[in-house]
């Protein structure tokens, strides 16, 4: 099946600092996705994109939809605490059902 | 709303038993999901559903079985746990995509956590 490799795996990072995670496929999709998982709860939805190309922003999180389509990035600006959480992209192709493919996770932690 | 609910929160089960899961969702949505995750692992697809008496198969589907027979509710069934079946398990809905709202977005249940002893 198709699969989704993100990194980084886990990070550290002080409170205030930029952080970066990329995710790549080995098929192309339509629609990246970005989610937050906390502890004990189920995803939630961050980030939605849809176009080859598109910048999306939330906040102090901005998402990218890669050339290729075959690749997405998150950044988190300005790191606080409650950023605390494991972040997972996901992707999905028009016509599937929105059959969601995840990423294995980026667990970040954030020292102040 | 109450959004996805799934009971129960958490479960053991002995190698053989069987049991289900519930999944009710109050938003009108006609997809379903059901997920697991493994530990440190992301979301792997189950089984999902289109509508009311539609289902079909995802990634890792052997030793589950579904039944959508309303729009609110989509229970998985575990008919002999093994061991391997331990995980967290989640439900999630969304809207069909010609809704003119974000029909991307799944909104996911908080997840059964079960253990099969």
């Known amino acids: 099946g198709q699969q989704l490799n993100q990194s980084p795996q886990s990070m550290f990072i002080q409170e205030g600092e930029d952080v970066s995670m990329n995710c790549t496929s080995s098929s192309i999709f339509n629609t990246w996705l970005w989610y937050k998982q906390d502890p004990g709860e189920g995803p939630v939805l961050l980030i939605a994109?849809?176009?080859?190309?598109e910048l999306t922003s939330n906040g102090r999180l901005t998402a990218q939809f890669g050339i290729t389509r075959k690749d997405s990035f998150l950044n988190i600006s300005a790191s606080i605490p409650s950023d605390v959480g494991i972040y997972f992209c996901a992707g999905y192709y028009t016509g599937t059902a929105s059959k969601l493919t995840f990423g294995t996770g980026t667990r970040l932690q954030v020292t102040l | 709303n109450a959004g996805v609910t799934q009971t129960p929160k958490f479960r053991i089960l002995k190698i053989g038993q069987s049991m289900t899961l519930q999944c009710t969702q109050d938003?009108?949505?006609?997809?379903m999901y059901w997920y697991r995750q493994d530990p440190g692992m992301g979301l792997k697809l189950i089984y999902y559903?289109?509508?009311?008496?539609?289902?079909d198969k995802g990634e890792v589907p052997n030793g589950y079985n579904v039944s959508r027979s309303t729009t609110e509710d989509f229970p998985l069934r575990l008919e002999l746990a093994a061991p391997s079946q331990t995980s967290v398990y989640f439900c999630?809905?969304?809207?069909?995509?010609?809704?003119?709202?974000?029909?991307?977005?799944?909104?996911f249940g908080p997840g059964t956590r079960l253990t099969v002893l």
């Open positions: 559903s289109v509508g009311a008496g539609i289902t």
């Open positions: 938003m009108n949505h006609n997809y």
């Open positions: 994109l849809y176009k080859a190309g």
């Open positions: 999630a809905s969304r809207l069909r995509d010609s809704s003119p709202v974000r029909a991307d977005t799944q909104y």
